[in-house]
């Protein structure tokens, strides 16, 4: 006799990939305590999508944000690994990142 467990895996196992990345996205959800940070953080996206639609901020290449950061660093650190410096992965993995204007 299956349990109710088994039972919900191999229904679940019937889903499309999507519909069971879907469910485990959903599922994982409802394991957090705080119910108000999904909250949070879709309050925070609207607001940054509306500083970047209303010109509060401007765009910059990713590759250039990170080379800011990394000069930053090396200002402030005397030891930073060469393959972080030297990530192209890293400069690839994000097309843009958003900057306040400084008015």
């Known amino acids: 006799m299956q349990t109710q467990l088994e039972t919900l895996e191999a229904e ?4 499309t990939p999507s519909e069971r990345a879907m469910l ?3 599922l994982i ?4 305590e ?3 940070i999904e909250e949070a953080w879709a309050a925070e996206t609207t607001r940054r999508i509306a500083e970047i639609e209303n010109g509060a901020v401007q765009l910059i290449p990713a590759a250039t944000a990170i080379a800011n950061a990394r000069n ?3 200002r402030k650190l005397t030891f930073i ?4 410096m030297n ?3 890293l400069q ?7 900057i306040k204007h400084s008015d």
């Open 29 to 32: 959800a409802s394991l957090d």
């Open 34 to 36: 705080d119910s108000n």
């Open 81 to 84: 690994p060469q393959w972080l």
């Open 24 to 26: 485990a996205e959903h």
């Open 92 to 98: 690839n993995s994000m097309q843009t990142v958003p």
């Open 87 to 89: 990530s192209t992965k």
């Open 72 to 74: 930053t660093l090396k």
């Open 12 to 15: 679940a196992l019937k889903l």
